[in-house]
């Protein structure tokens, strides 16, 4: 368990600038109350913003964009808009209905894992490439 005062305030600034962790989340690392991760942040001059907020490449064009840390978090695939995400979901190797490109999927879901997220694990339950 560290002291306190061996916290370098530079690990403090990575951990919630970087990682994106909350200051209780820091907090319960090195041992300190989160008012204290609040204050050495404010001594470092870093605002609450760099924490929250992260700027990242949109998936598809590669854009930067700005999203709250608790959104960043819930995905792994973050787009700049509506019209980014369903390009994105675009399979260009289906572009026509020929029966081997055609599959039955038991769920919607298990298409979209299948075929736009490249899930191995899913099988369709009809394949017209195996007739
Ligand atoms: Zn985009």
């Known amino acids: ?14 951990l919630y600038t970087v990682q994106h962790l909350t200051t209780e989340e820091i907090g319960q690392i090195f041992k300190m109350t989160r008012q204290s991760i609040c204050k050495r942040l ?20 590669g854009s930067p964009i700005n999203i709250r840390r608790c959104k960043w978090r819930k995905s792994n695939k973050h787009y700049c808009n509506n019209e980014c995400y ?6 260009p190797a289906c572009k026509n209905n020929d029966r081997p490109n055609l599959s039955v999927y038991a769920t919607h879901s298990d298409h979209i894992k299948a075929t736009h997220h490249n899930n191995p694990n899913v099988k369709p339950i009809w394949d017209g490439a195996n007739i």
Not at 4 to 9: A, E, G, I, R, S
Not at 86 to 91: D, I, V
Request: proline residues 5%; contains cysteine.
């Open 42 to 61: 404010k001594q470092a001059g870093i605002s609450s913003h760099q924490g929250e907020w992260v700027t990242m490449p949109c998936d598809f064009c």
């Open 86 to 91: 369903y390009a994105s979901l675009e399979n």
């Open 1 to 14: 368990m560290p002291k306190q005062d061996k916290v370098k305030t530079q690990d403090i600034v990575i």
